[in-house]
């Protein structure tokens, strides 16, 4: 009779799990940041209990598990409305490499070494940092490399706003400011920088603009 009893409560516990990741989407699979690591460890210590406590309620891991997921979707809801909460709880991109060049300043700041540099290099198929446009490392610790083309430019695309909020980071990059980028954005019809979803700057300089709701 134990023995089932661990059957069936396992298997309620992996259908709960699966049913709680659905529910987190799908970024939560692909993307750890720090927030989903808590999340999937505090889901794997209730699922241990759940299994190892068989005269234990389920409900007692059920809403732990249940209030996980609403937190989580909370979080996920108020990130697509707040860059601030998003950049608080995720963190945002560094650039570690510029034009071939290493900036040790940043990678002391994120506690990010050259070896970890080098490897995420190599894996990415690039053997010399001189050979690198642009490389960032991304808050989940993703490093994503462009290479050099053989006219020394690269497909690296800068981000000058995002969900309708000014990227001082990338002004900064492109040595640019607000006033210029206001200009920009209305000589392609645009009246206002709460009405653009993404504008990227790449480096023809090319300014690419895409409007919120265009396919509403």
């Not at 023995?3 to 049913?19: A, E």
């Not at 540099?117 to 490093?143: F, M, N, T």
């Not at 497909?155 to 990227?167: K, P, R, S, T």
């Not at 920009?184 to 090319?206: A, V």
Request: charge should be negative.
């Amino acid at each position: 009779m134990a023995v089932f009893t661990v059957i069936i409560r396992t298997l309620v516990t992996y259908i709960i799990i699966l049913l709680v990741f659905r529910f987190m989407g799908k970024r939560e699979i692909g993307e750890l940041s720090v927030m989903d690591l808590v999340v999937f460890i505090m889901l794997a210590e209730i699922a241990v209990f759940l299994i190892e406590e068989p005269n234990e309620a389920i409900w007692k891991a059920i809403v732990p598990m249940a209030v996980l997921l609403a937190i989580q979707i909370g979080s996920a809801w108020i990130s697509l409305r707040s860059q601030k909460f998003r950049r608080w709880f995720d963190g945002k991109p560094s650039v570690i490499i510029k034009h071939g060049k290493v900036d040790e300043y940043e990678m002391k700041k994120q506690r990010y070494n050259f070896n970890d540099l080098l490897l995420q290099l190599r894996e990415h198929g690039v053997h010399e940092v001189q050979d690198v446009a642009y490389a960032i490392l991304e808050p989940s610790g993703k490093l994503s490399v462009f290479e050099k083309k053989e006219d020394g430019s690269s497909d690296y695309a800068v981000v000058l706003i995002a969900d309708g909020e000014v990227q001082y980071s990338g002004l900064k990059i492109v040595r640019k400011n607000r006033q210029w980028l206001v200009n920009e954005i209305r000589k392609q019809g645009c009246t206002s920088i709460e009405e653009i979803s993404l504008c990227t700057m790449n480096e023809d300089g090319d300014v690419e603009i895409d409007i919120k709701n265009e396919y509403k």
